[in-house]
């Protein structure tokens, strides 16, 4: 390399600088958020406030906030495998004049077959499948499997359409050192379905936040 | 051109600018500089189909725009009301079946450029914006199917909003390439890769950051459909701009085809707008997925992949194969062009070809079976590819790259016997060679991982060691055939060659 070149190369870097500072703007303004959705790395599972302010962590500006609880009555799942499904909202953040969307969140609760601490167990968990985003479904009857490439169901399950990726919410699996229950039994889905937090105060269910992640 | 046989540092950048030069001026974007050839074969007619294609849907783009409201709760309306007009309707599908058209003719360039070799003597270029026409048409389609805001567009969009998010989310059982306490029946390669992936990642969140951007949000709404909207037009009108500057340059003629002809295609788009009207579906609701839920045919083949493979590796492919594509194409050395002379490559080009139909298929027909099948598509392929070797062999008798590919058949079949039926077993993810196989089996040994043994997968491997041994003894017999021949042609060689 000559002086001249070597000199051209120093000239370039300021003005290649000045342009990424001219472009950058641009791309803030496809996505003005300032941090990540979600990573694998952070355990921001659970309600937001149990976490915020907690090692560090602050909520991204495009974390989807809950809206409003759901609250279920206990006599709404008399026997196991009684199951409810129900909408919680969400207000996450939308890149347009609106600023805010409010999206909704199908999920099901599912009593379990066995109870715990003499309380009935819930599984809550929401539809939205964690492989590709589609909504599943709840099989009452284990024979329903078969059309999602399952037929050795034992139980009722957890199956998407899409990309038949089947969840028995009998077992656990572990995502982030956590055993989180809902594991996959068939299908190509990486983990269980997201979870919902949930309270059992006296007589009813109360679901307060979804684990973050995912897409609504 | 300079000598090229001494090799000067300094010359490189000339040199590269050089090799650039050259297929710049070689650029051929609709087939416009074939225009003797298109009178003996209609394959070269397809550049001019596709840009006829294409005005015919800028053309009817322009009114749809007038007619079309682009917002969540009034487009599914504004589309179904147009649906119920009989001009609107012909207007639609005239839109619809043209960008269809526009694939169709996209993907049969591509093919035709495969088979004929046309990236050879300089057309490297050409054929990777061939490539590029076909990717912006399938990327427009996609783009354009949303606006309509229907069950189908909803859910595939959701689908192609979230495979992205992939990039940044590592494979199941990750773990540090280096970090062999924690490997949990993973494998080495895709701890390397997934290290990358991740390290990048948490620079810049590339999946989440390309999820939201192509949404405009966490969620698909309002801000989505504008996004795409937008890009519906982007991708259309800067390509105009740019193609309407290379012909300008140029002084080509943009479509070569005789008037009949394009008054076919057009007739023929006409009436199957006419006798098939673009279908409007039922209105998106995010709340249910219908089973089975589908994606316009064009993806239908990447939708199977989906399903067969563990979602990290399905997005790392789908992204890949245009790459993994052009790349190829600079494997094909020497000057031949006749595919049925380019064994290896004639035999890639028909097993992507099928894959692309069977995929297809059977995602309509809802047929996966995720744990047995994708061995028997990595047969298939490897099977291909093994075919195209034989035929390359026999015909060009070279003996080393036959030795070579068959000792590694070897190998690596000898390894799936021991060693596969564990990976299966333990990871869901098949196809996975040797070295994986043996970290397997290491961590089964020394970490204690859970292992059975499953008799379909041993048969399997014990399948690819005859398989492999059959192929020595193709090879053998081959070679022996050719003993006189070789003879004659090591007497040639010894006649022409200077003894050193």
């Not at chain 1, 703007?25 to 990540?36: D, I, M, V």
């Not at chain 2, 193709?474 to 004659?488: I, P, Q, S, T, Y």
Request: hydrophobic share 45%; glycine share 6%.
């Amino acid at each position: 390399m000559n002086r001249r070149d070597f000199l051209k190369l120093i000239v370039s870097i300021p003005v290649l600088g000045a342009l990424a500072l001219f472009v950058s703007p641009l791309f803030r303004y496809l996505r003005p958020s300032s941090g990540p959705l979600q990573t694998t790395d952070w355990d921001v599972s659970g309600n937001p406030t149990d976490w915020q302010g907690k090692s560090g962590l602050v909520a991204p500006p495009d974390m989807p906030q809950a809206e409003r609880q759901v609250t279920f009555n206990l006599a709404d799942f008399p026997s196991p495998w009684s199951f409810q499904p129900f909408t919680f909202s969400q207000r996450s953040k939308e890149y347009t004049f609106r600023h805010f969307q409010a999206s909704k969140i199908p999920g099901f609760v599912v009593r379990l077959p066995e109870d715990k601490d003499g309380k009935p167990d819930f599984i809550v968990v929401s539809r939205i499948c964690p492989h590709m985003g589609c909504v599943f479904n709840f099989l009452p009857d284990p024979a329903e499997a078969a059309a999602y490439n399952y037929p050795s169901a034992k139980n009722p399950l957890f199956a998407c359409p899409c990309h038949l990726s089947v969840y028995d919410p009998l077992q656990t699996q572990e995502v982030n050192g956590k055993n989180i229950p809902g594991k996959v039994v068939s299908g190509p889905a990486p983990r269980p379905p997201r979870q919902f937090t949930y309270d059992i105060k006296d007589a009813t269910l109360v679901i307060t936040a979804l684990e973050a992640g995912g897409i609504a | 051109m300079t000598a090229t046989n001494s090799f000067d540092v300094k010359a490189l950048p000339a040199q590269g600018f050089q090799w650039v030069k050259d297929r710049v001026q070689k650029i051929d974007l609709f087939d416009e500089t074939k225009a003797d050839l298109q009178a003996e074969s209609p394959w070269y007619q397809l550049g001019g189909m596709y840009y006829l294609a294409w005005m015919l849907v800028l053309f009817t783009g322009i009114v749809l725009v007038a007619l079309y409201l682009p917002t969540t709760a009034q487009a599914f309306n504004s589309v179904d009301l147009l649906s119920h007009n009989p001009l609107g309707s012909v207007l639609r599908g005239l839109h619809k079946y043209s960008g269809d058209a526009m694939i169709i003719a996209a993907t049969l360039r591509v093919y035709r450029m495969w088979f004929t070799a046309e990236y050879k003597n300089k057309g490297e270029l050409t054929f990777i914006l061939g490539i590029l026409l076909l990717v912006i048409a399938m990327y427009s389609g996609l783009s354009g199917y949303l606006l309509i805001w229907n069950q189908r567009a909803f859910w595939a969009t959701k689908v192609f909003a979230t495979f992205p998010t992939y990039l940044d989310i590592t494979p199941a059982n990750w773990a540090w390439p280096w970090d062999f306490a924690h490997y949990k029946n993973s494998w080495l390669i895709p701890n390397i890769i997934g290290a990358g992936t991740k390290l990048v990642g948490n620079l810049t969140h590339q999946g989440f950051s390309t999820s939201q951007i192509l949404m405009g949000g966490s969620s698909i709404g309002q801000a989505t459909m504008t996004r795409f909207y937008s890009l519906h037009f982007a991708l259309s009108l800067i390509l105009l701009v740019l193609s309407e500057l290379y012909f300008y340059k140029n002084r080509m003629k943009r479509i070569n085809l005789k008037k009949p002809v394009m008054f076919l295609i057009i007739a023929l788009l006409v009436f199957t707008a006419i006798i098939f009207p673009a279908e409007s579906g039922t209105r998106s609701n995010p709340e249910v997925t219908p089973l089975p839920i589908l994606s316009d045919w064009y993806f239908l083949a990447l939708y199977q992949l989906l399903k067969y493979m563990d979602p990290y590796w399905a997005t790392l492919w789908t992204l890949g194969i245009p790459f993994v594509t052009i790349g190829l194409t600079f494997l094909d050395f020497g000057s031949e062009r006749h595919w049925l002379k380019r064994p290896i490559f004639a035999t890639i080009g028909i097993m992507a070809a099928m894959e692309f139909i069977v995929f297809s298929l059977l995602i309509i027909a809802n047929m996966a079976n995720i744990e047995n099948d994708p061995p028997y598509w990595f047969a298939h392929l490897i099977s291909m590819i093994t075919i195209g070797q034989f035929w390359h062999w026999t015909m060009y008798k070279q003996r080393l790259p036959m030795t070579v590919w068959v000792l590694f058949n070897l190998v690596t079949s000898t390894w799936y016997l021991f060693f596969w039926h564990l990976v299966v077993e333990n990871t869901k993810l098949n196809g996975a060679f040797g070295g994986h196989s043996m970290i397997a089996w290491f961590e089964a040994t020394f970490h204690g991982a859970a292992v059975s043994i499953n008799f379909t997968n041993l048969y399997w491997s014990m399948l690819w060691v005859g398989f492999s041994v059959l192929q020595m003894l193709v090879a053998g017999f081959l070679f022996w055939m050719d003993r006189a021949k070789r003879d004659e042609r090591e007497a040639s060689l010894q006649l022409e060659g200077a003894p050193a």
